[in-house]
């Protein structure tokens, strides 16, 4: 199978839907992407601020050994390629739970 066919952050083949996730935020002048499923991509930006993607977290790399991503991997990893749900941070799971 072609590389590009496989979301870089899970390492599933990628399935009918794909998003584009900037590596350096646009709102800090970004301009390369990577191809990613729509789940994966939500997670990022449900886990991480811009700010944090920008100084920390710039690389395919970096995301996948960001504790709560990887946690993220480990439970996709055998989802179907278009498998989809709402994704959740920490912090609005735990708001969620109050209620």
Do not use: N
Request: positive net charge; hydrophobic residues 35%.
């Amino acid at each position: 199978m072609d590389d590009a066919a496989i979301c870089p952050l899970c390492g599933r083949p990628l399935g009918a839907k794909i998003e584009a996730h900037h590596l350096t935020p646009k709102t800090f002048g970004g301009g390369e992407t990577v191809a990613l499923h729509p789940i994966c991509h939500r997670k990022i930006h449900k886990t991480l601020s811009e700010r944090e993607i920008l100084r920390a977290f710039g690389t395919i790399e970096a995301l996948r050994g960001q504790d709560e991503i990887a946690r993220f991997i480990a439970w996709v990893a055998r989802k179907d390629p278009d498998f989809y749900v709402p994704t959740f941070d920490s912090r609005t799971r735990k708001a969620r739970r109050k209620r």
